[in-house]
């Protein structure tokens, strides 16, 4: 059975609209990292994970493989939550044991494309039989309230390291928000990569291939098809560099040429200096320290925690304290 409950589809006009008036009207422009992802950017983040450099989703997958029903089999979920699930693809390794230990069988996507949430719900539905998927299309950041607890005993997940994506004040805000949402019987799952050489950190997003660099220019087609934008794709470098003070990967878009752009939808002229920078994204890297000091302000206490062979990510079972 599928259900799909849709939220943003009527907000995203209007959020893209002032997200992108804002961020393109401060300096250093920004723009959020959520507008990577209409159906292209999200077929392209899945073909990033594939990439011989990208190791954040292989060493995540490494991790659920070998651990994946050891905690579930810890928790003994009724229900699985998975914020921002994209292709859902690792979900298997709690899905499965969660069904075939009938611990329960109700599995809740929430993503803000809907194009995904529906393939990757589809795909479920026919893997696992008997399988009850109640997908949300929303924005975890503003939707969270919406996930209702029904009751069951939850086991949410928050794979992919897309907590790193939230700057400090935004991880302690998510965080919050997430322990007003977890009963004393829910766990929380999360996915983290780690502080490690800037050679590899750097090589990550910054593939031979440049995938990665389509999608991140893919956020200038979302806005020209969306806004009516006339942004040049081909007029911005893919730039990405690690900054060792702040621990975090800095993705931006960059203008090799003085430009102007016109965005008819906001009735906006966007001026560019050569070399002007847009922030697209930021990557947060952790330490099991700092990670554990942040999960306490927030009043969650690690139960377990999981890394590769090689310590380059993290998977931290917490609760509520």
Same mark, same amino acid.
């Given at each position: #059975? ?16 002032q ?11 920004e ?10 950017? $999200? ?5 990033i994970?594939t @990439?011989?450099e990208?190791?954040?989703?292989r ?14 089999e810890?928790v ?20 499965? !044991? ?14 803000v494309?809907?194009?995904?949430v529906?393939?990757?719900a589809?795909r479920?539905a ?11 299309? =929303?924005?975890f ?7 209702r607890? %029904? ?17 400090? /004040?935004?991880?302690r805000?998510?965080? =919050?928000r997430? *322990?007003?949402?977890?009963?004393p019987? &829910?766990r929380?799952?999360?996915?983290? &990569? ?11 997003? /910054? ?7 389509e999608? /991140?220019?893919n956020? *200038?087609?979302?806005? +020209?098809? %969306? @806004?009516? =934008? +006339?942004?040049? !794709? ?16 800095? #993705? ?5 040429? !003085?430009?102007?752009a016109?965005?008819?939808?906001? &009735? ?5 200096e ?6 697209t994204e930021?990557?947060c ?13 927030? =009043? ?15 998977? $931290?079972?917490?609760?509520p304290r």
């Amino acid at each position: #059975m599928i259900r799909l409950e849709v939220h943003r589809r009527d907000e995203f006009l209007a959020d893209l609209a002032q997200d992108v008036r804002t961020g393109l009207s401060t300096l250093p422009k920004e723009l959020p990292p959520k507008y990577f992802y209409d159906e292209r950017g $999200s077929r392209l983040f899945e073909d990033i994970t594939t @990439l011989p450099e990208y190791y954040p989703s292989r060493a995540e997958q490494e991790i659920l493989d070998r651990v994946g029903a050891e905690i579930v089999e810890a928790v003994e979920p009724e229900e699985l939550v998975e914020l921002g699930p994209g292709s859902a693809r690792k979900t298997h390794a709690l899905l499965g !044991p969660m069904i075939s230990g009938s611990h329960g069988s109700t599995y809740v996507p929430v993503d803000v494309s809907e194009s995904a949430v529906r393939e990757a719900a589809g795909r479920l539905a026919m893997t696992y039989r008997g399988l009850q998927i109640h997908g949300v299309v =929303g924005d975890f950041e503003q939707d969270l309230e919406r996930l209702r607890h %029904n009751g069951r005993r939850r086991l949410v997940v928050f794979l992919g390291g897309t907590l790193g994506n939230l700057d400090r /004040n935004q991880r302690r805000s998510f965080l =919050g928000r997430m *322990l007003r949402l977890l009963e004393p019987d &829910d766990r929380l799952l999360i996915g983290t &990569d780690l502080v490690k050489d800037e050679a590899t950190l750097e090589a990550a997003y /910054n593939d031979s291939a440049g995938v990665t660099a389509e999608f /991140n220019r893919n956020v *200038l087609r979302v806005i +020209n098809a %969306n @806004l009516g =934008g +006339n942004l040049d !794709p081909t007029s911005f470098d893919h730039v990405a560099l690690y900054h060792e003070a702040e621990q975090r990967i800095e #993705m931006r878009l960059r203008s090799r040429e !003085p430009q102007t752009a016109r965005i008819d939808a906001l &009735d906006m002229d966007v001026n560019f200096e050569r070399g002007e920078d847009i922030l697209t994204e930021i990557c947060c890297k952790f330490t099991r320290e700092g990670l554990t000091r942040e999960y306490a302000t927030a =009043g969650l206490e690690v139960v377990s925690w999981h890394t590769d062979a090689h310590s380059r990510f993290a998977l $931290s079972l917490t609760a509520p304290r």
